[in-house]
């Protein structure tokens, strides 16, 4: 019932910044971001609960990427700052159907899927 789609991916020197967003054409409770690059598994990147007062990080991420939500909008957004060549991946947002698994680590703990946006870091 809720779709997702990402946006504001791109080709972006090391050290650039770059800003996802995440459009849900609905409700949502817990939200997150993972990446997967090619030949790769999808990792998780950071998440955040329905109502933005709880995040997660992935370690490699930590104090360059920031995830926010913006309730009224049904946005979820990705900041990512400081990035590095190993940031190149596909980015996916996802979101929980239930509040259950709001900040879940796990590709599990979601069920709605955006197609992607392509995150190109170069050296």
């Known amino acids: 019932q809720v779709q997702l789609v990402e946006s504001g991916g791109g080709l972006v020197q090391a050290g650039g910044s770059l800003r996802l967003s995440c459009a849900a054409s609905?409700?949502?409770?817990?939200s997150g971001w993972f990446r997967q690059a090619p030949g790769k598994d999808r990792d998780f990147v950071a998440a955040?609960?329905?109502?933005?007062?709880?995040?997660e990080y992935a370690d490699s991420v930590k104090g360059r990427f920031t995830i926010s939500r913006d309730i009224p909008k049904n946005m979820v957004y990705l900041q990512m700052n400081s990035l590095k060549p190993e940031d190149t991946a596909v980015y996916y947002c996802?979101?929980?159907?239930?509040?259950?698994?709001?900040?879940?680590?796990?590709?599990?703990?979601?069920?709605?899927w955006g197609q992607g946006t392509q995150v190109t870091v170069s050296s």
């Open positions: 955040i609960n329905w109502n933005g007062g709880k995040t």
């Open positions: 996802a979101a929980a159907r239930d509040i259950m698994y709001g900040t879940s680590r796990s590709p599990n703990g979601y069920y709605y």
């Open positions: 609905g409700r949502t409770f817990g």
